[in-house]
């Protein structure tokens, strides 16, 4: 897999290069991994409902062909897009959300925060009262996003086998245009960062950490 760190980088420019990119590559292509930061912007999924966009502003909003509902992403957050043959991996999509998710898991434990699934809500959510809790989460049957925030945002596409898209992981941010929708598709869902959980990360240093884990975790 070849990492590039590409920096701060247009969202519609990235996301066309993504789609490009997936269409001429071949069997023998290498996989790619490119980690981004944007400019403010919000996007919604293929499926993505415009009334969970409560007051974009000034903020561009544009429809992608990625899963999932609208969420934002700005100056501070790390933005992983993995270009992977799926069939030459040997997985599937369930799995590969599983590993990217883990990945995800694992950058969080490097700056020692515990990071958590919440059933039928993919992403990873901590618990921002209590960053290092290891403590099961409540029952699906009451509220699933109880006592917790959302630090990692995912959305992919797969097309021919390969995947484009990838995730995000909330660093440094300005936090404000998130209270602007509803955080992928849920009213009222907390979004935190590092940076609000006491956790002085840069962006180059969970940029460099995520992309290690995602090399390791996306290998056959």
Not at 48 to 60: N, Y
């Amino acid at each position: 897999m070849q990492i590039q760190l590409l920096g701060r980088q247009p969202y519609a420019e990235t996301e066309a290069a993504m789609r490009a990119f997936t269409a001429a590559r071949g069997s023998d292509s290498e996989d790619q991994l490119w980690l981004v930061e944007h400019p403010p912007v919000y996007t919604q999924g293929i499926a993505g409902r415009d009334a969970h966009v409560l007051a974009a502003g000034d903020i561009p909003v544009i429809r992608t062909d990625r899963g999932g509902q609208v969420t934002f992403h700005g100056p501070g957050q790390v933005v992983a897009y993995p270009l992977v043959d799926l069939r030459r991996l040997g997985i599937y999509v369930k799995e590969y959300v599983y590993r990217i998710e883990e990945a995800v898991i694992d950058t969080l434990w490097a700056f020692g925060v515990v990071g958590h699934r919440v059933r039928s809500a993919p992403g990873i959510y901590v618990r921002p009262a209590d960053p290092a809790s290891h403590a099961v989460l409540h029952s699906a049957s009451l509220d699933p996003f109880r006592d917790l925030g959302k630090i990692a945002a995912l959305g992919i596409k797969v097309s021919r086998h390969c995947s484009y898209h990838g995730v995000a992981l909330n660093v440094a941010m300005d936090l404000e245009p998130y209270s602007r929708i509803d955080p992928c598709g849920y009213a009222g869902l907390r979004t935190v960062d590092l940076r609000s959980l006491g956790v002085p990360a840069a962006w180059d240093e969970a940029a460099a950490e995520i992309a290690g884990h995602l090399h390791r975790r996306l290998q056959p």
